[in-house]
């Protein structure tokens, strides 16, 4: 079994401040895949970053980075430069082994940013 | 390419009723997950679809169900509907060859059960 945990409800950061979003997750599967997702307020999830369990470096994408920390079973979401449209709320999740199609969330975090 | 498309965007339904939500996957695309998300339960895996077979399934009564058609296109089905169904269903496509695979989301079902 997966699991996905956020222990920050809701976070606030200060326009073009940098904010980490923690996750830690738990696993029995040797090979695992493990994403972020942003979820606006209109519902639709979009994917931000991809860390996949076999990876040495930590993922990248644009102002998106994943500070990932295999032995402490961590994943964490750093954005950098936070901008208005980054108020969302954010979904940690993981999928694994042979469980197709199906990705575990967590309870995801709401992330306030402040002009 | 064109995103996830869902539809119908919005339903509202009576208890004991029974709808269909459709789903239609990125051009290439041949595995189809949906899931349903509540303020409660936040977000759960219904089942999941490649290449018309159903290859996984969450905790979900028989109530429940889907087909997958073979141009992807993916429909779910939900029979005697009760109050706790209210929800916002979303559906995801990938190529579906493993766990490295990203999962794109559409807008999302959002269903309301009277």
């Known amino acids: 079994a997966q699991k996905i945990t956020q222990t920050q409800p809701g976070m606030f950061v200060q326009e073009k401040e940098a904010v980490t979003l923690d996750c830690t997750y738990d696993?029995?599967?040797?090979?695992?895949?493990l994403f972020w997702y942003k979820q606006p307020s209109s519902g639709e999830m979009i994917f931000l970053i991809y860390?996949?369990?076999?990876?040495?470096q930590n993922a990248t994408e644009g102002r998106y980075s994943l500070n990932f920390q295999k032995a402490r079973k961590s994943a964490n979401l750093v954005i950098s430069a936070s901008q208005l449209g980054d108020s969302a709320m954010y979904f940690c999740a993981m999928t694994g082994g042979t469980s197709y199609g199906k990705l575990t969330f967590g309870q995801g975090t709401i992330l306030t940013v402040h002009p | 390419k064109a995103g996830v498309t869902q539809t119908p965007r919005y339903l509202i339904k009576t208890r004991g009723q029974q709808v269909t939500l459709s789903c239609s996957p990125i051009s290439g695309h041949r595995s189809v997950s949906w899931y349903q998300q509540t303020p409660g339960q936040g977000l759960q895996f219904l089942f999941e679809?490649?290449?018309?077979?159903?290859?996984n399934k969450g905790n979900f009564p028989g109530r429940f169900s889907g087909r997958q058609f073979s141009n992807s296109r993916s429909e779910m089905n939900v029979s005697t509907l009760e109050l706790g169904d209210s929800a916002l269903y979303l559906c995801a496509s990938s190529e579906g060859q493993g766990f490295t695979d990203t999962q794109y989301f559409g807008p999302g079902t959002r269903l309301t059960v009277l």
């Open positions: 696993t029995s599967d040797p090979s695992y895949g």
């Open positions: 860390q996949g369990s076999y990876d040495q």
């Open positions: 679809y490649f290449s018309e077979t159903q290859r």
